[in-house]
């Protein structure tokens, strides 16, 4: 059953090893498939079977690849099984008395691409990547309500054609959660909100990149927190002693929404700053003004498009890190991250090379981290690994 999607003869070997992403360039009759969920064979030139999976149309491709058992169906059995072998993976989160938040199922990484399930103290947020996938909603809904015990259960529809998030009451089933619902994360508190837009305020996969802030990289220090969001870097440099953070945003509703992070966490907002401004203006004012700091955090998007230009960290990532070093005190660090899935580790730590280079200026890399383990991956789809944090040292 399903219909056949031919596999150039150059990729076949690409998928009989496992990769799961189907992609345009790798089809031969792309154009016979049109309806989004489509269940699709994938065989070789010489309708030979290679796997299995759905016809889903995202920004990364054009659905996934679910197995390579040609007697596999997808239904409910097919669903448990996933969802439950996900959970057993996160037993120690689940346990964690001083973490309620963290990611439960992780697409492909969990061996169903197009669909991530996060938990917020006990209300599951699943978002939807395609229209193809969410064709299965109610199947995998079902199962996930078969097997773990829940408040509420929201989703996100990410597959508007623009790539916009889909405006509509998120909630699901169950009962409604409290706006905000504080979530905690390693004993820190943020609030959430699962019902206002794509983002729900805090980004999960930073986890390990806050605690080691808070722990070994604050105390006594200013901190600088540029693309700050709703400040969670801040919070989590502000517990962990800092003498003073400064959080720059370009996004209006980032002043409230970090005022309020502050707040649960009992830290004295007025000793903080929060600035709603682009961070390419405030490092000209610190320049001037000849500010520096001991600490400085850079998590930009991978891209964004503001008034005057587009910003997109494969270009223009070296010009920011040239820009913090500026501001940075000597032997301060500086945090940088990126999450754009277009460039690995190795060319990331060239930029960073690069940048210091072009500053005549000395660095010593004192940490590296990649996705948290809740953020399972596969070795299958590197691409999907794509969060890439360095604690860079600038020597004096
Ligand atoms: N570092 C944050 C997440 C950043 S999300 C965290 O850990 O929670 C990206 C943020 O960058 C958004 O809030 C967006 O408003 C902001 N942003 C994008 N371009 C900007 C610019 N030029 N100057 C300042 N902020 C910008």
Known sequence: MGKNLIVKQKYANKFNSGYPLIFKDAILNLNEVSEEGTIVRLVNEKKQFLAKGYYGKQNKGFGWVLTRDEQEQFDRNFFIKKLSKAIQRRKALFDAPDTTAFRVFNGEG?????????????YY??????????????????????IVEFKGIYQKKRFDTKGQYI????????????????????????AVYLNESAMVGVFLDQRDVRKTI????AQGKTVLNTFSYTGAFSVAAALGGASKTTSVDLANRSLPKTQEQFEINGIDVEKQDILVMDVFKYFKYAVKKEIKFDLVILDPPSFARSKKFVFSAEKDYKNLLKEAIAITEDNGVIVASTNASNFDMNKFKGFVKTSFKESGIDYQILEEFSLPEDFNTTNKFPEGDYLKVLFLKKRS
């Open 214 to 217: 808070r722990e070994r990289y």
């Open 125 to 146: 947020l699943i978002h939807w990547y395609s229209q193809g996938i969410y064709t299965f909603k109610e199947v995998i809904i079902d199962s996930l309500k078969e």
């Open 167 to 190: 405006e509509d009451d998120d909630f699901v089933t169950g009962e409604r959660a409290p706006s905000p619902l504080i979530v905690k994360e390693n004993g820190m508190n943020f």
């Open 110 to 122: 969990d061996g169903v691409g197009g669909v991530t399930i996060e938990y917020f103290d006990g």
